[in-house]
């Protein structure tokens, strides 16, 4: 079963959103049978694939082990930034060992979702490092985890925040808002996903690699690098629009992944308007560690240049995530380069500074970030380098 694409993930879907109604409806706890309803998908979706199945089994019983040593451990004896570190690195090994693994073509730990959960479970240690968690039960762990609705493509959430959740019983009212929202949201995402991203994927057409072929035209390198563009943010939102839906009918509010991303001015504009619960996460768990270790250790005299560094940490860490192949890789270090180039120019152009504010500064603006951007796409898709070998 493919969560939010196959006919039969909708099926159960409604059949098991009519006890969460209920539940709702009579302001009743709804999250014990949402964790049930999670394992049941779970079930379903690994059920054809035992191998991923019994990995994903190994990984939730290694960083159950791994979280609450932390926790106990921080609770007894206080901060230790050594075990911090080795507790982040065992932590985040699964992934490693399995993005190592695809790039040989060998399946080590890898199920659907890993990459995701990695970031709830990671966050989870810092978290608990850094003292804002303090106590913790398994059922409340597994269930931020495990729960389906955004389990194999995010949104990524917050542990904090998914846990008053939890723990939350909605009045009526509230739920019926919340209801009718998440139904509103299942509806627009499959209309993203299912028509919307269809249309600008079959305006996508990949070049096929040959070393004796002429190489494709700089307009069909445009025209492909901007339908899978849109095609990406309609699919991507479209998902995340229908796993915010699905959440809220058993009571959990998903943040928001898109705020009209094409509307950005300027790049960092754009990565707080895209895939935003990544950019988010970056930003508080890498980019601002970074930065006050930087500040701390005075590692720079310049903020901007410690401002830089934790700019290309974040997005090469980024490209690593998506994949260990040239083109994330290079996507990382691409969108690294621009946030960095990005800050240096807003804190030292007094052209900036005089233009900012004026409609067609931002018109021009716009219109570079926009092209930057599809660039970007046509590096993580691969276009460019065909195009530049073919």
């Not at 159960?12 to 959103?17: G, I, R, T």
């Not at 059922?139 to 194999?152: I, M, P, Q, V």
């Not at 980019?287 to 590692?299: D, E, G, L, N, P």
Request: aromatic share 18%.
């Amino acid at each position: 079963m493919n969560f939010y694409v196959d006919q039969s993930f909708f099926l159960v879907l409604a059949a098991v959103a009519i006890p969460a109604v209920v539940l709702g409806v009579r302001g009743k706890h709804i999250a014990p049978y949402g964790f049930a309803v999670s394992l049941l998908f779970l079930v379903l979706l690994f059920y054809k694939d035992v191998g991923s199945g019994v990995h994903l089994l190994i990984y939730i019983a290694l960083e159950t082990v791994i979280a609450f040593m932390a926790l106990r451990y921080r609770r007894r004896h206080g901060k230790r930034q050594s075990l911090f570190y080795l507790a982040v690195i065992l932590s985040i090994a699964p992934l490693v060992t399995y993005k190592v693994g695809a790039v040989f073509s060998a399946s080590l730990l890898g199920f659907l979702g890993i990459s995701y959960i990695t970031f709830k479970s990671v966050q989870v240690i810092m978290e608990i490092h850094d003292g804002l968690i303090e106590r913790m039960s398994p059922y409340e762990y597994w269930g931020f985890l495990l729960f389906f609705a955004s389990f194999t493509s995010g949104p990524i959430d917050r542990s904090r925040r998914f846990d008053e959740e939890m723990h939350r019983t909605y009045e009526r009212s509230e739920y019926l808002d919340l209801l009718s929202k998440g139904l509103f949201w299942l509806l627009l995402g499959a209309v993203y996903k299912m028509v919307l991203s269809g249309f600008f994927y079959q305006n996508y057409v990949p070049v096929a690699f040959d070393v004796t072929a002429v190489g494709p035209s700089i307009l069909d390198a445009i025209k492909n690098a901007y339908a899978y563009g849109f095609y990406m943010f309609f699919d991507f939102a479209g998902y995340t629009l229908m796993a915010m839906g699905a959440a809220a009918i058993f009571g959990v509010h998903l943040p928001a992944n898109f705020k009209y991303p094409f509307k950005s001015l300027d790049i960092k504009d754009f990565w707080n308007r895209w895939h935003i619960t990544l950019s988010s996460w970056l930003r508080d768990f890498v980019f601002m560690r970074i930065v006050r270790t930087s500040v701390r250790h005075k590692w720079f005299a310049s903020r901007i240049t410690t401002a830089c560094l934790g700019y290309m940490a974040n997005m090469t860490l980024m490209g690593f995530w998506h994949g260990i192949t040239p083109d994330y890789i290079i996507y990382g270090l691409y969108h690294g380069v621009l946030l960095s180039a990005t800050e240096v120019y807003q804190k030292k152009s007094k052209f900036y500074r005089r233009h900012k504010d004026s409609v067609m500064y931002q018109l021009a603006s716009w219109f570079i970030t926009i092209n930057l951007v599809m660039l970007g796409f046509a590096i993580f898709s691969g276009e460019l380098a065909k195009l530049m070998t073919g």
